[in-house]
């Protein structure tokens, strides 16, 4: 079974720019989520698609956007670049929106902001 | 509130040893508690969870402890091995609210010395 993928696997971008990361969930599942790993600290939480439909947001501004398509596969957009944004952006699927569901990672995106 | 709490923020052990984590929390409506396993380069892998109706749980060398009275819960690796060697993370969830957002603590780098 094909785990999440996610591209590309780096990117370098400059403040200003914007940018788009992909993700494919394991197939079969439904829920699509992404999170925010800077350097040395946790993961973040960003955005959670089930259905096709935003269903939950993080504490993050709103620059920060997605959506999920109807193969459940999905984007993460990000406009005006900071050098904060520097980070490995990770998705996430699980089977389903259901309670007690695992989520199952990707391998991430590395995003680099010069 | 939604914080959760993880120490140490590193970890060496001699092969062999019992390598253990420690996380804490402060919602009590948290039900969901899955550690995740991390190698450099590579998504977090899910290793173990456990639910809060238990108090132990066991897969192989990997065993969490839960307390919920205390609000704690522990991950311990029995017979450390250098392939154990990675960062790990706690999590919670507020798997029966509908919100699935996976509260991550800070990591714990493990390094196991052959």
């Known amino acids: 079974e094909a785990g999440v993928t996610q591209s590309p696997t780096h990117l370098i971008k400059t403040r200003g720019q914007q940018v788009t990361l992909r993700c494919s969930p394991i197939?079969?599942?439904?829920?699509v989520y992404w999170y925010q790993q800077a350097l040395g600290l946790g993961l973040q939480f960003l955005l959670w698609?089930?259905?096709?439909?935003?269903?939950n947001r993080g504490n993050f501004p709103p620059r920060f956007s997605g959506r999920q398509f109807p193969n459940y596969s999905s984007e993460l957009n990000v406009n005006a670049l900071e050098l904060e944004d520097s980070a490995l952006y990770l998705c996430?699927?699980?089977?389903?929106?259901?309670?007690?569901?695992?989520?199952?990672f990707g391998d991430g995106t590395r995003l680099s902001i010069l | 509130q939604q914080q959760v709490k993880q120490s140490p923020q590193s970890l060496i052990v001699q092969k062999g040893g019992i390598s253990i984590i420690n996380c804490a929390y402060e919602?009590?409506?948290?039900?969901?508690f899955p550690w995740y396993q991390q190698f450099p380069g590579k998504g977090p892998a899910l290793l173990i969870a456990?639910?809060?109706?238990?108090s132990e749980k066991k897969e192989g060398r990997f065993t969490i402890s839960f307390n919920k009275s205390a609000k704690q819960f522990s991950l311990h690796i029995m017979d450390s091995q250098p392939g154990d060697s990675a960062t790990y993370f706690c999590?919670?969830?507020?798997?029966?609210?509908?919100?699935?957002?996976?509260?991550f603590g800070t990591g714990t780098r493990l390094k196991v010395l052959a």
């Open positions: 996430a699927s699980s089977l389903d929106g259901g309670a007690w569901q695992p989520q199952h």
């Open positions: 197939s079969g599942h439904t829920s």
């Open positions: 698609y089930d259905e096709g439909e935003e269903r």
């Open positions: 919602n009590t409506a948290f039900d969901y």
């Open positions: 456990i639910r809060p109706d238990v």
């Open positions: 999590a919670a969830t507020l798997a029966g609210s509908g919100t699935y957002k996976y509260i």
